[in-house]
């Protein structure tokens, strides 16, 4: 009897070994994450293809920033952080800047995962320290996560649902993702009957910071930070004087200065901000050599103010760079949940009164294009009538979109650009009409005889939109529209932003360079509190296009189908008034800086550059 238990138990030890020694064989070991494509560093690399790895490290960097700020951390529930706080936090992983959806690693020198990617293990590179040399260890990243998790704002809640994170041990940490969700709430299933795991939540983890615990758990991290925090990233804070200026110093013990994704960059010593509340005085601080580098917005600027004795000598360089970045969709976003806004046609009905030809004319100088997709300048922008590949991923939700998504492309209305808006006047009032507004007395009215009125939020230093918006005011004004237009400083822009107390308001979407799972936060009802849903859309399309978007993050053909998909129906839902995007970078600098001969595919690289 005990020589049976014991073979059985033998051989049970044996099948148990064999099991875990399956699983351990199954994981795939790297030093990337690739959502589709190979990468383009292979590893062993040494350095990014655009940097100088021989730059040199020193000398100083001002540049502007405009309006002002009050605190130093750009995570909190509210308040406006300090400009280069992007540059106080490392993440485990980190992107180059010749590709999309991939990362090598930073704080992390390895990371597993298996097949089904239901989990993954990092391995924090035991070199990794915060800007007071203590090892970042497992509990930091563990700490990290949860902090954020509880702490930060509503979307990190609601996106990271189900992830578990816990420290293997002092440098290994694993990261537990939760199943994909089909349409019912259940589990996704493969075509083999496995449950699907969301590979892309892994990547934004990866790339997402990590603060020092013994920092911020004594520190409230949902209210701004008066103090400049410890950090884990190449620069810390220096010298501020609150709400005027900010100067950062590069750690010079920095442990991972010559790591291969970090390598040539990061060279200058010193990096100050200071700030400006007017765009015409910050133009006029540059011309005067206040600060060292210009990204220039204004065309007129740009046409008509590089001109004089301080640009014709050698000490002002002008580059106008065209670039392969998708574009940000700069616009004035209707608040959806308000009443007046609550209509598709209603909100159709306006943008024929806003005027680009005339205002590129007039203002631009005939520069800019007009914005019509949420993926401008990439490969997802939808053109043209939908394929069959696009029809097939609508077919679903094709009672719930518009009946435009099929029939024509989207295009913003068009004028002849002299100012006179009658013909697109007349056909807003007859959409109007549909919408149940009329005009009456040089008023359009509803039927309970209400005033058509709204208000439009910009902030106070935007002089150009501003002058943009008393021109869109202008041609309403005309046809019976009542729109009031109120500036006001950063901190309340931000808390009214956040608030959605706004019926209107200037903003700018970032840019999408593919359609990836962060769409979710900006459209999805999951995450209709986020603070990135500023047009508080809900909706059931937009809802299924998204999760579809999410779910199908490595197939490539069915990735383009959906993103030009969901680009039709947020188009023609005219959740915002487009204005314009320029392909290009235009800037000015003194000729102090040195540059490497290449410049990163999907960025200015200013980074990369030197003091000569």
């Known amino acids: 009897m005990k020589k049976n238990l014991l073979s059985f138990l033998s051989l049970f030890v044996i099948a148990l070994s064999l099991c875990f020694a399956e699983n351990k064989d199954s994981l795939t070991s790297g030093y990337y994450l690739s959502l589709r494509d190979a990468p383009v560093y292979k590893d062993g690399f040494t350095h990014f293809n655009y940097v100088n790895p021989d730059a040199p490290k020193r000398g100083r960097l001002t540049l502007a920033a405009a309006g002002t700020y009050d605190s130093f951390h750009r995570y909190a529930l509210r308040g406006s952080s300090a400009a280069g706080s992007e540059y106080f936090y490392d993440s485990l992983m980190t992107s180059s800047g010749d590709e999309v959806d991939v990362l090598y690693p930073l704080i992390a020198r390895k990371v597993e ?3 089904d990617y239901s989990y993954f293990i990092f391995d924090i590179d035991p070199r990794a320290q915060d800007n007071e040399g203590r090892p970042i260890h497992a509990e930091d990243v563990v700490f990290s996560f949860y902090i954020i998790y509880e702490k930060g704002v509503p979307q990190f809640r609601s996106y990271y649902s189900g992830v578990k994170v816990t420290a293997l041990s002092g440098n290994r940490v694993r990261y537990d993702i939760p199943p994909a969700l089909d349409d019912n709430g259940n589990p996704q299933k493969d075509i083999n009957g496995n449950t699907v795991y969301n590979k892309e939540l892994m990547m934004t ?9 013994h920092f911020w758990e004594s520190h409230d991290f949902a209210e701004p930070l008066i103090t400049p925090p410890v950090g884990t990233g190449p620069y810390r804070v220096k010298e501020y004087k609150m709400g005027q200026s900010v100067t950062l110093e590069r750690v010079k013990d920095y442990w991972a200065a010559d790591l291969p994704v970090n390598k040539g960059r990061y060279n200058f010593e010193i990096m100050h901000y200071d700030y400006y509340r007017d765009a015409n005085v910050a133009f006029e601080a540059f011309k005067a050599g206040e600060y060292d580098l210009r990204i220039e917005s204004s065309p007129k600027n740009w046409a008509t103010q590089y001109t004089g004795k301080w640009i014709k000598t050698e000490d002002i360089i002008r580059e106008e760079i065209p670039n392969q970045i998708a574009q940000p969709v700069n616009a004035f976003v209707f608040n959806i949940t308000r009443p007046v806004f609550s209509e598709r046609k209603t909100r159709i009905a306006l943008g024929y009164f806003f005027d680009f030809q005339w205002m590129n004319k007039n203002f631009f100088y005939n520069t800019y294009t007009r914005t019509r997709s949420y993926f401008q300048n990439t490969m997802y922008e939808a053109k043209g009538l939908p394929s069959a590949e696009e029809i097939r991923a609508l077919e679903a939700v094709r009672d719930l979109i518009p009946a435009e998504v099929f029939t024509q492309e989207y295009n913003p209305p068009v004028t002849d650009g002299t100012g006179n808006i009658r013909n697109q006047a007349r056909e807003a009032l007859s959409v109007f ?7 009456k007395n040089q008023k359009l009215l509803n039927a309970q005889g209400e005033h058509f009125s709204f208000e439009l939020l910009l902030r106070q230093a935007d002089t150009d939109t501003e002058r943009v918006a008393i021109t869109f ?19 309340q822009f931000i808390n009214r932003l956040r608030s959605r107390d706004f019926d209107m308001i200037s903003w700018r979407y970032l840019a999408n360079q593919t359609p990836s799972s962060d769409l979710m936060i900006v459209w999805n009802t999951k995450h209709i509190d986020s603070t990135w849903n500023i047009a508080g859309v809900s909706d059931p399309a937009i809802d299924y296009l998204t999760t579809k978007i999410s779910e199908n993050q490595e197939d490539g053909e069915k990735l383009l189908a959906l993103g030009r ?3 039709r129906v947020l188009t023609w839902n005219s959740y915002l008034i487009p204005e314009w995007n320029l392909p290009s970078f235009r800037i000015a600098f003194k000729n102090k800086f040195g540059k490497p001969a290449v410049r990163p595919k999907y960025d200015v690289g200013i980074e990369t550059w030197w003091i000569k």
């Open 113 to 115: 995962y298996p097949s």
């Open 205 to 213: 983890l990866a790339g997402a910071p990590i603060f020092p615990k």
């Open 433 to 439: 009409k549909e919408a149940g507004w009329e005009l």
């Open 473 to 491: 005011q202008r041609n309403l004004e005309r046809y019976g529209i009542d729109m009031k237009i109120r500036s006001v400083d950063d901190s």
């Open 565 to 567: 998909a969901l680009d």
